[in-house]
């Protein structure tokens, strides 16, 4: 984390929050009223399209389903090539973006999973 890395994946993250809250907060049906939450890893496939992956919970409910649903069907609206991947400064290449995700009171946020400070 050497802070320009940190820096355009919380941007990232607030970009894919403002995306969904704006855009697409609409489509979340009023009876999820309390908070869920799951982590999900939004990466490009060799087009340049995104992908959604549900990293966890392993068995999620109802709700976090049809919310995963409505993100995943967002996602399919954001331009090519949205996610860089993180390049180490061993060359490794991380393909994508891990987020922690959260909808509550009718509001969704996202937490990059790398922008998360160690205590």
């Known amino acids: 984390m050497d802070g320009i890395w940190s820096d355009v994946y919380y941007y990232s993250a607030v970009g894919f929050a403002r995306f969904m809250n704006v855009e697409h907060a609409v489509k979340v049906p009023a009876h999820i009223s309390q908070k869920e939450e799951f982590s999900i890893l939004l990466a490009n496939d ?9 990293l966890s919970p392993s068995n999620p409910n109802k709700n ?4 995963f ?6 996602s399919e609206n954001l ?21 922690r995700v959260s909808y509550a009171n009718r509001k969704w946020e996202f937490t990059n999973y790398l922008n ?3 205590d």
């Open 46 to 54: 060799t087009d340049g399209k995104p992908l959604l992956y549900l």
């Open 64 to 67: 976090i389903c049809l919310l």
């Open 69 to 74: 649903d409505l993100l995943k069907e967002a």
């Open 79 to 99: 331009p090519l090539w949205s996610v860089d991947p993180l390049e180490t400064i061993h060359g490794t290449l991380i393909p994508g973006a891990f987020f």
């Open 116 to 118: 998360i400070p160690y």
